[in-house]
């Protein structure tokens, strides 16, 4: 069995390095060893590793996935999204799998299109010529609007915009498996726990209301089904059960969409060969756009592939070991913290030339093949790989087309923004733009 590095520096510096600057500290020491890297971790007798080579994040997640379950920092989650897919074990989750999985089935999904053009179509009618605005907040406002017209076919109202200050609210306090350093445990109450329990209440709130308006007159979308739905056993799901899994869809089903649109229109407005490219490819669209559209959306879903390696939305996946298991040449012992990084393995010269180059054409099928299996997976893999994968190619492809054919977005501040990683990478500041008008 091989070593597994410890990078220089005592204990404490590094659990302080990490903290301070999480994604290139893990990016510096990822490159320095040979896929598995031990963070420092404030809990005694426990480890806290990095896992950053491709065969190795497919022996987690693939092939021994049932040795693992989601880490502490995940499970951390629950004060807000519950017990359901994302933070669940083994039990729950394949009965909330098995129920929410008919409502990403293909044809469902294509369904959706609808909804995805129509709500960017209302949001790039609303903007301005020259007008200022934060470019992460309209992304995060559009995606909710999708995910809960498409899901719950919940209208958009006040309450929408309630909502989303009280998810943005609670992002802004997840500390993050990488800030271990400085978050103060929930129980503590803290200005910013005491804020966050206010925001998990206000989105209590909304599902709760949702489901009761469901249960006294179904229609015809994904909670409505839910409500209806018999397990083989004959169990339906209990009210606690719906919010969390509700919950949970409205979550993962947004802030990652909206952090993708996001960097990729700041990659754009930084690259303008780019931009150019991607305009002609939008302006050629015969309106309105569509399911139809997809099949002309060639590089701009190459962008959004390309956004998606350099900026993972989801930059890392937690595990916790369950077992002692061999990991390729390394050992891993029960209640190992494992840290699955995009971030570093998407960022890696092994498998991508000139690798924190934006290169939308690099993507080519052939180029695809050649790719080793997860050197690039943004969507997780194996089974609990993101169920919404194929809803947020086509969301990200459709959004991206609607927003470039009306309009440009000039970012404030050029240089690449700094990142602080919560749930999922997010700009610090948002990212303030300039709209021009095209249309
Ligand atoms: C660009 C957009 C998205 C990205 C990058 C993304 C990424 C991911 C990743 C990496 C996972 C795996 C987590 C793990 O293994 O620990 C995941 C799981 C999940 N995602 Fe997504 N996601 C996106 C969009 C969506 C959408 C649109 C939905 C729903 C509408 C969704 C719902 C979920 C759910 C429910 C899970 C948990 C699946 C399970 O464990 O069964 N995601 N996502």
């Known amino acids: 069995m091989t070593e597994i590095t410890v990078p220089p520096g005592s204990w404490l510096r590094r659990l302080l390095q990490v903290s301070d600057e999480p994604l290139d500290t893990i990016l510096a020491w990822a490159q320095a060893s040979d896929g598995v890297t031990e963070l420092a971790w404030p809990v005694p007798g426990q480890r ?9 994040v497919e022996e987690i997640l693939v092939r021994k996935h049932k040795r693992f379950r989601k880490d502490a920092f995940t499970r951390r989650l629950s004060n807000i999204i519950g017990d359901s897919l994302v933070t669940a074990d ?33 949001c790039v009618a609303g903007l301005g010529d020259g007008e200022r605005l934060n470019l992460h907040d309209l992304m995060m406002a559009l995606t909710l609007r999708v995910v809960c017209r ?38 503590i109450p803290t200005p910013a ?11 209590d709130g909304f599902l709760g209301r949702l489901i009761a308006e469901r249960r006294a007159a179904p229609s015809d979308d994904l909670l409505s089904a839910l409500i209806a ?22 979550l993962a089903g947004h802030e990652t969409t909206a952090v993708a649109l996001a960097m990729a229109f700041h990659l754009l407005d930084t690259h303008p060969e780019a931009r150019a490219s991607l305009e002609a490819e939008v302006d050629a669209l015969e309106a309105p756009l569509g399911l139809h559209s997809l099949a002309g959306l060639r590089f701009t879903t190459q962008v959004f592939k390309e956004t998606m390696r350099l900026y993972p939305p989801v930059f890392g ?17 029960a209640g190992d913290q494992l840290w699955i990084t995009q971030w570093t393995v998407h960022r890696d010269p092994r498998w991508y030339d000139d690798p924190l180059a934006f290169r939308p054409e690099r993507w080519t099928p ?63 500041g948002g990212l303030p733009v300039t709209v021009h008008r095209r249309s």
């Open 48 to 56: 806290q590793l990095l896992v950053t080579r491709p065969d190795l």
């Open 150 to 187: 498409a899901l719950f076919g919940a209208q958009v109202s006040e309450t929408l915009d309630a909502l989303g200050r009280a998810i943005e609210e609670y992002l802004r306090w997840f500390p993050g498996v990488l800030r271990t350093g400085k978050s103060p445990p929930d129980w």
């Open 366 to 428: 052939e180029m695809e093949a050649a790719l080793p299996r997860f050197a690039y997976f943004p969507f997780g893999g194996g089974p609990r790989v993101c169920i919404g994968q194929r809803f947020a190619m086509m969301e990200g492809a459709l959004l991206l087309a609607v927003l470039a054919r009306a309009a440009r977005f000039e970012m404030v501040h050029p240089e690449p923004p700094e990142l602080l990683p919560s749930v999922t990478i997010r700009p610090v």
């Open 193 to 203: 726990n005491r804020r966050m329990r206010a925001a998990v209440r206000v989105f």
């Open 317 to 333: 996946l937690g595990r916790e070991v369950l077992e002692d298991t061999p990991l390729g040449e390394f050992s891993l012992r």
């Open 90 to 122: 083994e039990e729950t989750w394949r009965r909330h799998r098995r129920l929410a999985q008919p409502a990403f089935h293909q044809r469902r999904v294509d369904a959706y299109a609808r909804v995805m053009v129509e709500e960017a179509e209302a």
């Open 229 to 250: 739905a018999v397990d083989d056993d004959g169990a339906t799901l209990s009210d606690p059960e719906l919010r969390d899994l509700a919950a949970t869809l409205m």
